[in-house]
């Protein structure tokens, strides 16, 4: 097992260090403030383009997408991306610049791999571009969306369209104004075995019957210019060739973006919890109280001790798991992508939550990124599935693989 990053994936890293340094942490408050002014709702900050376009030119663009794309992809293994994905997470908004954010990343992935060549040269070039973004529809707010065979929203065959009827909520992405993609999961067929009677079909944003229903802010925030949001389709129409793959391959369709993009959020959940580590060590050694400095203080140090081991246990298990969807691809690291899921956003809340207490009432304000770190990793272990259901689904698998191995150990 090797312990260094190829000679590709530090020229990388040494390459995105220099451009965040330079381009991106000197504008964290321009950005912050652009953001929470209410004037600028749902207005993308003015800065970005010639960010992205100053990535672009550096070769620092479409990092995420693995080999396996082949003429889409920036030829970059899962493993030596994820290092860099911890970079551009120590700055969560940053990884728009590079082209590498959420929802856009899984979109990608989906037309990448499974679109025609038609629905490739529509919607995915301008995403690969930056031109665009896009949202994903899945989750439902009338039923338990964990369990994605609950899924009601109905796409029906009426000639040579698709009809679309549903109530989706915590949209991720469609507030944007750039938004022009909506790819929707729903019902095409209630009569089939559970797992082939979802499709997922491609929505043109201006569609008429697409709804905005209301804003979801998330920890009271609105998280513009994306946002969060309850989307209402009625009567949606839409041509039959956008359904992607085919009537019934929903399953396997989500299955194949998921797996991806739950480990891209533990990537950038390990450079949250190491900024935030490092924020809390110059703090701690800066002040003082009770006539001593805080990084004097046994507790202290513990904390910090501590928090450095989990956030190195983490980084090792998601390179784990990344190695492993290289080598066996996402199905064959189920158990390892479903293990850091459970491990990363955790683990990087409870970094983030000694190092606000170790801020005191500075660690609850905007004055460091802890407290946006803190919040955004509670979420994420909600979003692409609970805790729970990860749990669930990876004691499931290693009850039976253990009781596969037939073992005679006298136990």
């Not at 369209?161 to 469609?174: C, E, P």
């Not at 793959?245 to 891209?264: D, K, T």
């Not at 703090?283 to 956030?311: N, T």
């Not at 491990?343 to 946006?372: E, K, N, Y």
Request: glycine content about 8%.
């Amino acid at each position: 097992m090797n312990f260094q990053h190829s000679d590709k994936a530090q020229a990388l890293i040494d390459k995105l260090n220099d451009f965040m340094d330079t381009h991106v942490y000197p504008a964290e408050q321009t950005h912050h403030d652009w953001v929470h002014d209410m004037a600028n709702l749902w207005k993308p900050w003015p800065a970005l383009d010639k960010l992205k376009a100053k990535a672009r030119a550096a070769g620092l663009w479409n990092l995420f997408l693995p080999e396996e794309y082949g003429h889409f992809s920036a030829d970059l293994t899962n493993l030596e991306y994820a290092p860099l994905a911890e970079i551009m997470g120590r700055v969560p908004w940053s990884s728009e610049i590079f082209n590498c954010s959420a929802p856009d990343t899984g979109n990608m992935e989906v037309l990448a791999k499974f679109g025609t060549p038609q629905q490739q040269a529509q919607w995915l070039a301008p995403l690969l571009a930056g031109e665009i973004r896009s949202a994903y529809l899945m989750t439902e707010k009338n039923v338990a969306s964990s369990d994605a065979t609950n899924l009601e929203t109905s796409i029906v065959r009426d000639g040579d369209d698709y009809v679309i009827n549903g109530l989706k909520w915590w949209i991720s992405g469609i507030m944007d104004p750039r938004c022009k993609l909506l790819i929707v999961m729903g019902k095409t067929d209630t009569t089939a075995p559970k797992h082939r009677q979802h499709s997922t079909i491609i929505v043109p944003r201006d569609t008429p019957g697409v709804q905005i229903v209301r804003n979801q802010s998330v920890f009271s925030h609105h998280n513009s210019p994306g946002g969060e949001a309850e989307v209402l389709l009625e009567n949606v129409r839409v041509p039959k060739e956008n359904l992607i793959l085919g009537e019934g391959r929903g399953f396997e369709i989500a299955q194949g973006r998921l797996g991806p993009g739950r480990i891209h959020h533990c990537m950038r959940s390990i450079g949250q919890a190491q900024r935030a580590l490092e924020i809390m060590a110059r703090r701690v050694e800066s002040r003082v109280a009770f006539g001593r400095k805080l990084a004097d203080q046994g507790s202290i140090r513990q904390d910090v001790a501590r928090s450095y081991c989990e956030i190195e246990q983490a980084r090792l298990l998601t390179l784990k798991a990344a190695d492993h969807m290289d080598r066996f691809g996402n199905k064959g690291a189920r158990d390892l992508i479903a293990a850091i899921k459970i491990v990363a956003p955790q683990m990087a809340q409870t970094v983030t939550d000694r190092a606000i207490q170790a801020h005191g009432g500075m660690g609850v304000s905007a004055d460091t990124p802890i407290a946006g770190f803190f919040t955004l990793n509670r979420f994420l272990r909600i979003a692409d599935g609970p805790d729970e259901v990860h749990l669930s689904q990876l004691g499931k698998l290693k009850i039976a693989e253990y009781n596969a191995q037939g073992r005679n150990d006298r136990s």
